[in-house]
């Protein structure tokens, strides 16, 4: 009977007919097998593709071949209609044998179509099938590769699951229907089952998929499908009570598939390891033919999809809900151990190690579903903060916020707030938080878990030391660059002391060392100590990760830039950027932070088109990633509108760069450095779209606030004030442009020397605002000492062209990672 319901699976229908060759022929088609788990919809395919083209054969008949004994009789039962001896008169195995025969030669049809349904073992039917016609068989057993040519049938895609359940469930809306089918895994026969249980009951998909949660295996077992001749229930106890004759090994291995995700599970996960498991378990990994075997068996019987090219098992997820419910509650518990403790074995050692970032990502998938946070084993909980470790390094930080808030939640209730189990959390926490750029939330939580870690762990212990090298970073969020460099200067004498001096732990406090001073623009400090950073790394024993690796080589190229040294920044970031690309990938965001500062160098260089180009790609990688309301989105906008103001295009820097400025302030405040940063380029724009006023107001209102604060933190922004006087020289006032370029190159002798690129940049400012108000000496004075300088090496790029063609040089702002 046809399934009226019948919805989707054009393209199988479409690939069974082609590969039947369309009308029978003198080219006779090998048997089409289709293979699938229970439940997927095999038979049922088979029945609409006997419907549809019924028209093109004489005889259509179906057998039911699910054991043996059923074939010979329902063979038999053709006779009649093919004129041969009947059962009753030769007995059924001769009568089966005269119809074979007939089909075979045709006499008296030669257009005929057998659909042997649900045949487990090939050499059972193989006999039976006739040549010479179309033969379409459906199974669970993957043996049939070897006498047919299979045809995977898999579950609905989920356009297919929406338009079979609304055709199924009148009034049911679109996005009711997804919920419904990804709860159900697009499982043809649970999607009738749900469907027809809806429909005659009028149950709200909300209740029906609490019951789901609640007790899978008695709903589907429930309200079997007049469509199907089996319900969910049945169907899976069916194959497992077969698998359970040939393979207890393989019912076993089910069994622990059922507590893992629904994602593929890597076949390494069923090996032996430290971490202690039953003996009944360990016995069977001890012997890893019969576990291949088992494996071998799961995919026979359709209760597994065994992946050979990536060494993966995946079971469907309402057969492990079933496999699930079918233990009782203490085996549940005990199984799910057991789980634990695979996961727990086929975890890499070391979450920093790119390397083994394929075989993390595999595990994650597992975490969840697993219940690894129930877990009070110290090995499993372990596992679970190397978890968080390599999301985090990964660059997946929303992921990893997830995994570690709700690792705090049940490790907190079960265990108190000062487990240690917990503060490990709570600083992977935190870190986490600061990367998504919630800046007060991981200050706050990190200055508490700070101090609980000194009272209860101790001021020298590991994960103290962790915390206050995070607690630096929360300081340079606020814009405290000063306190962030002196936490971290007593950082780095603990780790020294505790791990030595070129111990990696050490190396990183080392790195924000570096970062600290380059914020206060020691510029010179910073270069040394990423250097020193980057050559322990580099030539060490070898355990620097790749991320620690491109996070310092990406300082020093950056460094090497705010020191003036243009040439050898393109040269470093570039070099920088290619190891991202080839240790890490191309859109890790410390890859990408190496593309955006490689960007900035290159339009310091005066290289502005490829600044453009990498701006640009490093901008709509970024966004995509994280949206517009993060630090590093946010960063990379700002150089993208620098390059944009650089290439002539004012307008879109325009836009770019005011849309920036507001969400500047929410993350760090108003009156952040970065944030008065954006705002001075903002400025920049208006002057440079001939609104000179504007500009001017906007940097005398952040000189105001620079001055209600002062500090030598700040003083790396002093280039605001060289914008401050071209604004008042575009607005005709030359004096007040000569006493601000007085004042601002005083202010940045004091903290550059004389050829580094800001100092020579506002001379070249003054000399013009001198000749404006008629100081001709003073002006000849500092150009004649700017053309010995402009004959070295600095500065260079597109400061030194605008120098030499005798036009006044504007400074913008990018702000520093932090």
């Not at 010979?72 to 059924?92: R, S, Y």
């Not at 059922?258 to 009944?280: C, H, T, V, W």
């Not at 990893?400 to 705090?408: D, K, P």
């Not at 640009?616 to 990688?621: H, L, Q």
Request: overall charge negative; some cysteine.
């Amino acid at each position: 009977m046809r399934n009226t319901n019948f919805t989707g699976r054009e393209e199988l229908l479409a690939q069974l007919r082609r590969s039947m060759g369309g009308a029978v022929t003198a080219v006779v088609p090998l048997p089409q097998a289709l293979h699938g788990l229970g439940g997927v919809g095999k038979t049922q395919l088979a029945v609409e593709y006997a419907w549809r083209y019924r028209s093109e054969y004489d005889v259509v008949w179906w057998i039911t071949a699910d054991q043996r004994v059923l074939v010979p009789p329902a063979l038999a039962a053709l006779a009649p209609h093919l004129g041969v001896a009947h059962a009753d008169t030769v007995g059924t195995e001769e009568s089966a044998e005269a119809v074979r025969e007939a089909l075979q030669r045709g006499d008296p049809y030669n257009r005929w179509l057998l659909v042997f349904d649900n045949a487990d073992q090939p050499e059972s039917i193989t006999g039976y099938i006739p040549a010479n016609g179309h033969v379409l068989i459906t199974s669970r057993n993957t043996r049939w590769d070897t006498a047919a040519e299979t045809v995977s049938v898999d579950v609905f895609a989920r356009t297919e699951s929406v338009g079979f359940l609304r055709k199924r469930v009148p009034g049911l809306g679109a996005d009711e229907a997804y919920l419904l089918a990804e709860a159900l895994g697009d499982l043809p026969l649970a999607l009738e089952q749900a469907g027809a249980l809806m429909a005659q009951t009028a149950l709200s998909v909300g209740e029906y998929l609490d019951a789901l949660d609640k007790s899978t295996r008695e709903l589907l077992g429930a309200n079997k499908s007049t469509e199907y001749p089996l319900s969910m229930t049945a169907a899976w106890r069916l194959s497992v009570t077969q698998l359970e004759r040939r393979s207890p090994e393989a019912v076993d291995i089910l069994r622990y598939c059922a507590f893992f995700g629904p994602e593929p599970i890597p076949r390494d996960m069923f090996r032996q390891g430290k971490f202690p498991l039953s003996s009944r378990l360990t016995q069977l990994l001890g012997k890893p033919i019969k576990v291949t075997k088992a494996i071998g068996e799961l995919n026979r019987f359709a209760l597994a999809r065994i992946d050979s090219e990536t060494r993966t098992i995946q079971v469907h997820r309402l057969v492990q809900a079933l496999v699930r419910d079918d233990l009782p509650p203490d085996k549940q518990a005990e199984t799910r151990h057991e789980v634990h403790g695979l996961l727990a074995n086929g975890a890499p050692r070391d979450p920093n190690d790119a390397a083994s970032w394929r075989t993390w990502a595999d595990l994650v998938a597992h975490l969840r579903p697993a219940l690894v946070s129930d877990c009070d084993d110290p090995g499993v909980r372990q596992f679970a903060v190397k978890v968080m470790r390599y999301l985090y390094r990964r660059g997946d930080y929303r992921t990893a916020r997830e995994i570690a808030e709700e690792l705090l939640t049940k490790w907190t209730g079960k265990a108190g707030p000062i487990d240690p189990d917990v503060l490990i959390v709570r600083r992977h926490l935190g870190n986490v938080l600061w990367q998504l750029g919630q800046y007060d939330r991981s200050y706050t939580l990190n200055r508490e878990t700070l101090a609980m870690m000194r009272e209860h762990l101790g001021p020298e212990h590991e994960e103290t030391l962790g915390v206050i090298n995070n607690f630096g970073a929360n300081l340079r969020a606020r814009g405290e660059f000063a306190a962030a460099r002196k936490t971290d200067l007593e950082s780095r004498k603990l780790h020294e002391k505790v791990f030595g001096v070129t111990d990696q732990r050490t190396l990183r406090v080392i790195n924000n060392l570096a970062l600290d001073y380059a914020l206060v623009s020691e510029f010179e400090a910073a270069f040394r100590e990423y250097e020193y950073a980057y050559l322990e790394q580099s030539t060490g024993a070898g355990s620097a990760s790749a991320w620690d690796i491109l996070n310092t080589m990406n300082g020093l190229a950056r460094v090497a830039r705010l020191r003036g040294d243009f040439a050898d920044a393109c040269d470093l970031g570039a070099d920088a950027y290619d190891y991202g690309r080839t240790e890490l990938r191309i859109d890790h965001p410390l890859t990408l932070m190496a593309a955006k500062d490689l960007s900035i160098a290159k339009r310091m260089s005066g290289d502005v088109r490829e600044a453009l180009e990498l701006a640009e790609f490093t901008y709509a990688k970024l966004k995509a990633q994280f949206g517009m309301a993060h630090p590093d989105t946010l960063a990379a906008a700002v150089n993208l509108a620098n390059a944009q103001r650089k290439s002539g295009d004012l307008q879109s820097a325009f836009e770019l760069t005011r849309d920036a400025v507001p969400r500047y302030s929410e993350i760090y405040g108003e009156h952040h450095p970065y944030t008065l940063g954006c705002r001075s380029n903002l400025a920049l724009v208006y002057r440079l779209r001939g609104h000179p006023a504007e500009a001017c107001k906007i940097n005398e209102e952040i000189g105001s606030i620079m001055r209600a604060r002062p500090g030598p933190e700040h003083n790396y922004l002093l280039a605001y004030a060289v914008n401050l006087a071209s604004d008042h020289a575009a607005l005709g006032d030359h004096t007040a442009a000569r006493d601000i370029g007085v004042t601002t190159l005083e202010a940045l002798r004091d903290r550059f020397d004389e050829g580094h690129y800001i100092t020579f940049c506002a001379k070249a400012n003054l000399v013009l605002d001198l000749r404006a108000v008629g100081e001709q000496e003073e002006a000849d004075r500092l150009l004649a000492d700017m053309r010995e300088r402009l004959d070295m090496d600095n500065p260079s790029g597109d400061h030194r062209e605008a120098i030499l063609a005798g036009g006044r040089v504007d400074m913008d702002f990018d702000p520093p990672p932090l």
